[in-house]
C-alpha cells in the first residue's frame, strides 16, 4: 500500500497536482513513518506550495530518521535562514559543519546571518571556533545565498497576500414561511452558513433582510406576545398602591 500511495504521489507532482500530491504522500507514511524518501518528497511539495512549515516538520523527521541525510540538511538550512529562525538554523549549520568543515552553502548562510543579526553571536554560546568560520570562497557567496534569499521572498510575498483585505460579499436572508417562522429563520441561518462553507465564504459576511419579510412577521408577532403574557412588567409603585388600595 505505502509503495502505492508513493507512486501516485509522484505522479501527481510531476503534473503539479500538488494537493493530490500531498495527500497520498502522506497516506504513504501514515503506513510507513520511517521511509525517509516520502518526507523529504513531502517537504518539496510543501516548498512548491510555499507551506515552509510543513516542509520544515517533514525534513525534521528526515534528520530523526538519518541525521546525516544530506539534500535534507542543506534544504532545512535554507528554510530556516527563509523564514528567519536564525538560531535554530545556525545549531544546523554547526551539525552540518562537525560532518563537512568546508560545506559552502552553510558557511555562506552562517556569514549573511551574522552580517544582518551579529548579537547572535556576541550573545550566544557557540560551539569553539565557530563564529570564526568564513567562506573558503566569497565570489560563491552570492550564488550559495540565491536560493535560501528567493525561499524567503516567496514566503513574505505569501504572507503579504494572505493579509490583503478582501470585498466580503454580503448574504441575504430569504422570505419566511409564515406559518412557523421562527423555525424556519433557524433554517434559513443555517442555509446560509452552508453557503458560506460551500463557497469559502468569511463567517464575517453581513446578512441583508431587505428581501427578507422577517422585519414584517417580527411586528406581527407584538400583540400575540402581549396575549400570551409576554407584556411589560408594571411600575413597581403602581403594584405597591394597588396592594394598598386592595388591603384597605
Known amino acids: 500500500i505505502t509503495s502505492i500511495y508513493k507512486n501516485l504521489g509522484k505522479v501527481h507532482e510531476n503534473t503539479s497536482n500538488y494537493d ?13 513513518k520511517t521511509d525517509i524518501t516520502t518526507w523529504y518528497n513531502i517537504a518539496n511539495v510543501a516548498i512548491k506550495k510555499v ?17 546525516s541525510f544530506w539534500p535534507c540538511i542543506d534544504t532545512l538550512i535554507c528554510l530556516l535562514y527563509a523564514l528567519g529562525d536564525y538560531i535554530s538554523c ?39 571556533g565557530f563564529a570564526d568560520l568564513k567562506p573558503s ?6 550564488e550559495m545565498m540565491e536560493y535560501p534569499k528567493e525561499l524567503r521572498e516567496k514566503d513574505q510575498q505569501a504572507k503579504k ?3 490583503t483585505l478582501k470585498t466580503v460579499p454580503v448574504l441575504y436572508l430569504r422570505e419566511l414561511c409564515t406559518k412557523d417562522p421562527l423555525a ?65
Open 161 to 163: 497576500q494572505s493579509m
Open 90 to 128: 545556525l545549531h544546523l549549520i554547526q551539525h552540518s559543519l562537525s560532518l563537512k568543515p568546508n560545506f559552502q552553502r552553510a558557511l555562506c548562510v552562517k556569514a549573511q546571518i551574522e552580517e544582518e543579526d551579529p548579537f547572535l553571536f556576541k550573545n550566544f554560546s557557540w560551539k569553539q
Open 51 to 67: 507551506n515552509y512549515t510543513l516542509a520544515c516538520d517533514s525534513l525534521k523527521e528526515c534528520l530523526n530518521i538519518n541525521p
Open 184 to 248: 424556519d429563520l433557524g433554517i434559513a441561518i443555517c442555509e446560509l452558513f452552508l453557503k458560506s462553507k460551500e463557497e469559502d465564504l468569511s463567517l464575517f459576511c453581513p446578512v441583508d433582510f431587505s428581501k427578507s419579510n422577517l422585519e414584517a412577521l417580527l411586528k406581527e408577532s407584538e400583540p400575540g406576545m402581549e396575549a400570551e403574557g409576554f407584556s411589560e412588567p408594571k411600575d413597581a409603585s403602581e403594584n405597591g398602591t394597588n396592594d394598598t388600595s386592595e388591603e384597605n
Open 137 to 142: 570562497d566569497s565570489s560563491s557567496e552570492k
Open 20 to 32: 493530490e500530491a500531498l495527500e497520498c504522500y502522506l497516506e504513504a507514511v501514515s503506513s510507513d
